[in-house]
């Protein structure tokens, strides 16, 4: 799975620099020379991380377009790089992340590693993994529940068994993670169930370090599709 990115720039030096780094954080790069050109691409694909040069005449225009545009998603990042400005006109942009030229390799490297990461953060948080491995369900007052684990985000799991749950009772679960040493042990909610036997259990106690082994599976496992 492959990020992509835009540079609505011609300062053609610029340009290969940050496709050089782009490169590096493996995010594919698409250069448009004209914010008209820019603008009208986007409205016809999606685009995860946007970066505007603000030296190039008609961006200004462009940038008032996208805020005003509600196609244009909110979780993209927009990364802005010009000359120097004050921090004001830098804000009125709407850009998450800046920088100035001539560009710094290492200023620019922090930057967009942190764009990369808000990208993955954003569409890490929404994925459900398919899974199918026994999980164990510990009720309150009763006995331990096998259920079979159908899938699994950073949020919950859904499972299905066969027997009703009570969706006002918290519940403990139990799995081992695919391929890892991992075993998941994590207090949770019903959020959901339906008349097939599916639930769906929403996490909301999960300790810090396995928060992290299970982002990181779920990042191996959506990248590596």
Known sequence: MTLSSMVVSRDWQEVSVLECILGGLLINVDVESQPERAQA????SKVDALIVDCDLSGTDRFLRHLQRDSHFPLNVPLVVMSGPRDRHAIDATGALFSFEKPISVEQAVRTLSAARNLILDG???????SVAVPVALHCRN???VQAELLNLSQGGIGVHLERDLDVRESIQVSFKLPGTRYTVKAQGEIAWTDKLGNAGIRFVDVPARL???????????YFGQ
């Open 123 to 129: 569409r890490l948080r929404y994925h459900r993994q």
């Open 41 to 44: 691409k986007l409205a016809t």
């Open 142 to 144: 009763r006995k331990r």
């Open 211 to 221: 928060q992290k082994g299970l982002r990181l599976w779920l990042a191996q496992q």
